[in-house]
């Protein structure tokens, strides 16, 4: 799992494999985002999931979400070569009525192929 | 067309120079932020805006200042950079109002080697 000041956790699968990732908070949240970083570029975000929709899915993405356990999986399905990247969980607090601030877990590096 | 533009993409400054990052969005967002990243770690918030004219300190500030001129554009300063200051720095930009909401958009990235 990933959060904080953990290291950068590393995963390594052959491609058609299902693989899950998690991640847990340690902040109250009512959103978890999960971002991918495609090498030498900036996160973009993949899929959201808020406090009352405890799954979600994407094409071959599904995210949970378990607010009792402050935890959040990724889970990709049939992983494929271009899935390669760093994933991050990260959680958003409200500031403001017009600010969220996000906290990143520190991320895990899933690789797909040799 | 990239919403969120960083320049410089590399930099490398000598220790005690300033450091001037600049950051441009086309997405007409409020919000803005810096966060630097480090190898094998998370994004860190270092400053964000609100708007024209804001800036706010993130999670670690110091060493660094920020400035919103415009709605488009939010740089990072370091006045006096320091060899720890040398990492990958990034630009988001965002609206928690409307559909897009909590969504950031990040750039590309600049890498500061700071010797």
């Known amino acids: 799992s990933q959060w904080g000041e953990e290291n950068l956790q590393a995963l390594s699968i052959q491609e058609g494999e299902d693989v899950t990732m998690n991640c847990s908070y340690k902040?109250?949240?009512?959103?978890v985002h999960w971002y991918r970083q495609d090498s030498g570029r900036g996160p973009a975000l993949i899929i959201l999931?808020?406090?009352?929709?405890r799954e979600k899915r994407s094409g071959r993405l599904r995210a949970t979400l378990d607010t009792s356990s402050q935890s959040s999986s990724l889970s990709i399905t049939a992983a494929q070569c271009e899935d390669t990247a760093v994933y991050f969980c990260?959680?958003?607090?409200?500031?403001?009525?017009?600010?969220?601030?996000?906290?990143f877990g520190a991320g895990t590096r899933l690789a797909v192929c040799p | 067309e990239a919403a969120v533009t960083q320049s410089p993409r590399n930099k490398v400054a000598v220790t005690g120079g300033k450091v001037t990052l600049s950051c441009n969005q086309t997405?007409?967002?409020?919000?803005m932020y810096w966060y630097r990243q480090d190898t094998g770690h998370g994004l860190r918030l270092i400053h964000y805006?609100?708007?024209?004219?804001?800036?706010e300190k993130g999670d670690i500030p110091d060493g660094y200042k920020a400035s919103r001129p415009s709605q488009e554009n939010f740089s990072l300063i370091l006045e006096l950079a320091t060899p720890s200051q040398t990492s990958v720095y990034f630009c988001?930009?965002?609206?928690?109002?409307?559909?897009?909401?909590?969504?950031?958009?990040f750039g590309p990235g600049t890498r500061l080697l700071v010797l």
């Open positions: 988001a930009s965002g609206d928690a109002r409307g559909a897009e909401q909590d969504t950031q958009y």
């Open positions: 902040t109250y949240t009512t959103v």
């Open positions: 999931i808020r406090s009352n929709e």
């Open positions: 990260a959680t958003a607090e409200m500031l403001s009525g017009s600010f969220n601030k996000l906290t």
């Open positions: 997405n007409n967002h409020n919000n």
């Open positions: 805006s609100y708007g024209a004219g804001s800036t």
